[in-house]
Structures are given as structure tokens and as C-alpha cells.
């Protein structure tokens, strides 16, 4: 497993053309699995379910198409895009099991904050409580995403993967309907208090990494 994190921030279209190359080579069995991390200027993606009207402000970003599952969606400064280059196919070949171990993962990692991150049938994310707004018209608490999660599977092995948002400047977000989801909002961790770094988040990434995937594989 190669570990690679990236300063600055990294073109889309580089990005993408690295991880093909690279779940080709894991594929091919020439390359380790490789977990990327790294940080985009602001863009929005959309996945291949990406519903045209979901997109309210098109000259805001540039749009890039992406062949991962899911919606649209915003990257940018301050969120920890994570590209997960994992050879499925030896993680028993079983794609549910791998994007509940994504989800665990980022659950996991978010738990070394004290930041309860939750799943919601037929909502595709991590999810945040907030106890602190208003409840919701029909008396629930408001709920909001704290992180996405977008894949796609080539000869077994994943690419694409998990963006988190760290310090993001949520405003960025309103130029989309982010996953087509228009009756929650959208998070970050120092949104919800915490003096979290970008490196914070990576360790508890790493920490949790095996725990979730090693100690799970097969």
C-alpha cells in the first residue's frame, strides 16, 4: 500500500489520468494500491446520475464530467479529497461490502474528533446531527453532509473515492444541488467547531485505514 499525499492544489484532469494509469497498473499486477490525497482548486464534478438542472450556476466553477458513480458535486480548497486506487477484486469482489467499508472508514476517522458521522438509506454520504439548528418542517433535527463518497471500478480495482470537508468555504457549494439532495445542507468540521487541520484529518485517516479495511480483508 503506497500512501501519497499532495501539496498545493491538483488540476482534475490530472488527478483522473493518474489514477486510470494507476488502477490499470494495479490491475495488471505492476503497481501496490495507493490511497491519494490531495486538494483541488474550486470545481464541481459531475457523476454519472448527474441531473443537468441540479447544476444552478454553471459559469461559477469549471464543470468537469467524471465517470464515478453519484451526482454532482464541489471540490475544493480546504476539503481532503481522497482517492482510494484498491484492488477490489482481493478485497473479496463483493462492491456493497467495499462502499461500506468507505463509509466505516471516513465514520471511523470523523469518531477521533467526536464527530458522530451517520448513513441514511437512499442518501449517499456521511451525515452530521446538528443539534443546534432548528428542527426540520417535519419535526426531525436538521441533518447535513459532512462528506461524499463517489467510485467507479475498473477490472476490479477502485478509483475516485471520498472528498471530506475540512475548512471548505461552504458558500462554494451553492452553485450545485450537491447529490441532488435539496432538503439538507452541507458541512464542515470547523463549521461544526472544531480547529481541525488537513493534517489532522489525514492521521486519523491513516489510523483508521487498517483498522476498517486490514483487519476486514478477504
Known sequence: MEWITSDGLTDYDTAVAFMESRAADIAAGDADECIWLVEHPPLYTAGTSAKIEDLTDPDRFPVYPSKRGGQYTYHGPGQRVVYVMLDVGKRGHDVRRFVKQLET????????????????????????????????????????????????????????????????????????????????????????????????????????????FEQNKG
Not at 477521533?112 to 443539534?131: L, P, T, Y
Not at 478509483?159 to 447529490?179: A, K, M, Q
Request: charged share 25%.
Open 105 to 212: 472508514w471516513v465514520i471511523a476517522a470523523l469518531a477521533e474528533f467526536n464527530v458522530v458521522g451517520e448513513i441514511r438509506d437512499g442518501r449517499v454520504g456521511v451525515w452530521v446531527q446538528r443539534d443546534d439548528k432548528p428542527l426540520t418542517a417535519t419535526g426531525a433535527k436538521a441533518e447535513d453532509k459532512v462528506a461524499a463518497i463517489g467510485i467507479r471500478l475498473r477490472k476490479w480495482v477502485s478509483f475516485h473515492g471520498i472528498s471530506i470537508n475540512v475548512e471548505p468555504n461552504l458558500d462554494h457549494f451553492t452553485g450545485i444541488i450537491p447529490c441532488g439532495i435539496t432538503e439538507h445542507g452541507v458541512t464542515s468540521l470547523v463549521d461544526l467547531g472544531l480547529p481541525v487541520t488537513m493534517d489532522d484529518v489525514d492521521v486519523a485517516l491513516k489510523r483508521s485505514f487498517e483498522r476498517v
